[in-house]
Structures are given as C-alpha cells and as structure tokens.
C-alpha cells in the first residue's frame, strides 16, 4: 500500500536522541501499573514492521533458525525477562508458546530491559543496514507484532496511558501534541482498558493522560496468563489524529487529556528484510 500520510512534525523536540535505558529509576512494585506511552510525530527510524506478506520468511528466519536462542544469549536481561515469564501454557489462536512468553516478557518485564527493548525499536529503524546489524531484539518485535496481527481485533477500543514525562530523565516537559497533528508510538507500549485502573495506580496530578481509540491492539488481560485483566497492548505501526487536548480535573488532580484517534495502520518499513 501506498502511504501517504503527511507527518506534521508537531512535536518539537527531537526523539531520537535518548540514552535513557539505564538512568531510569522509576521503578513499581506491582506489575500491573500502566507504564508511560513516548509519543513521536514522525516514524522514520521505527521499527514498525507488521510482516505483512513475508510472514512465514520473519517466522523461519527469527524464530525456527534458532536467531531467538542467540538473543537471549547475548543480552542477560533479555534472557531474565524471558525465563520469568515462560510458564504460562495457554496459547493464543495460530500461535506458539513463543508468542505467549514474548507478550507476557513485555507486559511483566522489568523496567531497565523494557527501556532498552522501547529504545532500540524507536531509533534502530532507519534502514535496512541498522536494523540488520544494530537491531538485537528482531525475535522478540517478529513475536509481538505478530500476535497482534494473528488476533487483529474488528471492532476499536479505548484504552489510557499517561504520556512519558521528559522530566523524568532531563529538565524538560514532553511537548504535548498539537490538537490536528498525526502521532504514534515510539515503541510498543503497555496501556489500560480501565481508566479507574489508572487514577488508582498513578498521581495524576499535572501528567498528559492519553485517552486512545486504537483499532490495532492486543487485549493481554484476556488471552493469556495476565493478572492484570485491563492490559493492553499497542504498536508502534499504527498513526493517531490528535482530535482534542483538553484540561480536567479529577479529585483535586489536574491533568492534560489528550485524545488520539485511530488514523491508519501504518508500517514504513513492511517486511524489512524480506523486500529485496
């Protein structure tokens, strides 16, 4: 498919220059709590393919020729994310055991793996040659995009997250998008279908909450062995129209709202490797 989305390039600072994977110290006791969503404006150096068409190829050449097991092997926390979260033996429709560990890794890993995962599917996209060489993690992305292409849902659903605070790692606020300008997610990202969920586990006092109508998801909380029956799982390969940023206050908290709607799914780079 042709694309032809006009990126507006609404936020202004530049994403693509954080070596955040290690500072971050922001940690939760319980799994559950949402994690933040990083907004970008523009996708080039994602990694947003969605295997369309080269399906089996991505399955042969990350999965069954043992690429996975090399890895896990190579990074230590990749491989500890992995080994907590392989117990469970319920498989999702048309998948392997290995799909259901890849989105049980992401939603329950811990913070300093999932920061260098989100890190390197943001800036490792550019072209073919970094995303061949620089790009460590091509098993656990074919995994988790692909479950979310085997179970693509029919029908939209809205789902929250609050927006990842700059502030966390350096002095400045994330920019809040501009109400008409087109977004997505740098990496995949972890959300709740459950808004109470959110109030309970977060202060939301001066945070950007994202309110996202996504057509593109996985419902974590009901398919696999997920105590979080709310979790939801997001791409980075589908573009949001900001509709409306709004100002709320909610039990003495005031907050931003930012509402995205689903615009398309949007793969830049479809079958990466396998388009030559």
């Not at 690429?67 to 994310?81: C, M, P, R």
């Not at 498989?91 to 329950?108: C, F, P, R, V």
């Not at 696999?224 to 940023?245: G, M, N, Q, W, Y």
């Not at 709202?257 to 780079?269: A, D, G, I, Q």
């Amino acid at each position: 498919p042709q694309h032809t989305h006009i990126h507006t390039h609404s936020l202004i600072h530049n994403t693509h220059t954080h070596t955040h994977s290690s500072t971050n110290t922001h940690t939760h006791t319980h799994t559950h709590t949402p994690r933040t969503g990083k907004l970008l404006d523009s996708a080039s150096d994602v990694v947003d393919d969605v295997y369309s068409g080269c399906r089996q190829k991505a399955m042969e050449r990350f999965i069954l020729s043992g690429l996975l097991g090399i890895e896990l092997n190579s990074s230590a926390e990749y491989q500890k994310a992995w080994r907590a979260n392989d117990q469970c033996v319920t498989l999702i429709n048309g998948g392997t055991k290995e799909h259901t560990t890849a989105l049980l890794t992401y939603s329950n890993g811990d913070r300093t793996f999932i920061d260098t995962f989100d890190n390197a599917v943001e800036t490792k996209g550019g072209n073919v040659s970094i995303y061949e060489n620089q790009f460590h993690f091509k098993s656990l992305h074919f995994l988790l995009m692909d479950a979310m292409m085997l179970l693509k849902p029919k029908t939209c659903q809205t789902v929250f997250v609050i927006q990842e605070n700059e502030g966390r790692h350096s002095s400045e606020q994330s920019a809040i998008p501009k109400k008409g300008s087109t977004v997505r997610f740098g990496s995949f990202t972890s959300v709740t279908s459950s808004f109470e969920d959110l109030k309970k586990d977060e202060d939301l006092d001066e945070q950007v909450v994202l309110n996202i109508t996504s057509c593109f998801y996985f419902n974590i909380g009901e398919h696999i062995c997920s105590e979080d029956k709310h979790a939801v799982l997001l791409s980075p390969a589908e573009d949001f129209t900001v509709e409306d940023v709004l100002k709320k206050s909610e039990d003495d908290s005031e907050y931003t709202e930012v509402v995205l709607k689903h615009l398309s799914l949007n793969s830049t780079h479809n079958c990466f490797l396998f388009s030559r």
